[in-house]
C-alpha cells in the first residue's frame, strides 16, 4: 500500500507560479513511477506529466516548458513545479504512484488539490 498526500494548491494569478509536493508513505517509494494527473468537473482525469522510477521524464504537450516534475527520493516526494500558469491551468490536480509486475498493477491516487488560475 501507498499512501500519497498532495500539498501546495491555490489560487494564483495569470503568470504566476506553484508548486504541488506529494508525500508518500507506506511502500518503496523509489521503485513507483509517479504522475501528476489533473481533472476538470466534467472531463476526463489527463497526464500532466510522469517521471519513472529511473528519473526520465513525460509532459503533456500543453504543459511542455511551463512545469518541471520531480522525485526526491530520499524525502519519499514527488514535486511539480508550474510556471507561466494559464486559466486553463485551473483544475484539481492529482498524485499517482503506480508499478507494473508480472503479476499485477499497483496503482494509487491521492486525494487532490485545486489549483485555480484567475486574476
Known amino acids: 500500500q501507498v499512501q500519497l498526500v498532495e500539498s501546495g494548491g491555490g489560487l494564483v494569478q495569470p503568470g504566476g507560479s506553484l508548486r504541488l509536493s506529494c508525500a508518500a508513505s507506506g511502500s518503496i517509494f523509489s521503485i513507483y513511477a509517479m504522475g501528476w494527473y489533473r481533472q476538470v468537473l466534467g472531463k476526463q482525469r489527463e497526464l500532466v506529466a510522469a517521471?519513472?522510477?529511473?528519473?526520465?521524464?513525460n509532459y503533456a504537450d500543453s504543459v511542455k516548458g511551463r512545469f518541471t516534475i520531480s522525485r526526491d527520493n530520499a524525502k519519499n516526494t514527488v514535486y511539480l513545479q508550474m510556471n507561466s500558469l494559464k486559466p486553463e491551468d485551473t483544475a484539481v490536480y492529482y498524485c499517482?504512484?503506480?508499478?507494473?509486475?508480472?503479476?499485477?498493477?499497483?496503482?494509487?491516487w491521492g486525494q487532490g488539490t485545486q489549483v485555480t488560475v484567475s486574476s
Open positions: 499517482n504512484a503506480r508499478r507494473e509486475t508480472e503479476e499485477r498493477v499497483y496503482d494509487y
Open positions: 517521471i519513472a522510477s529511473g528519473g526520465s521524464t
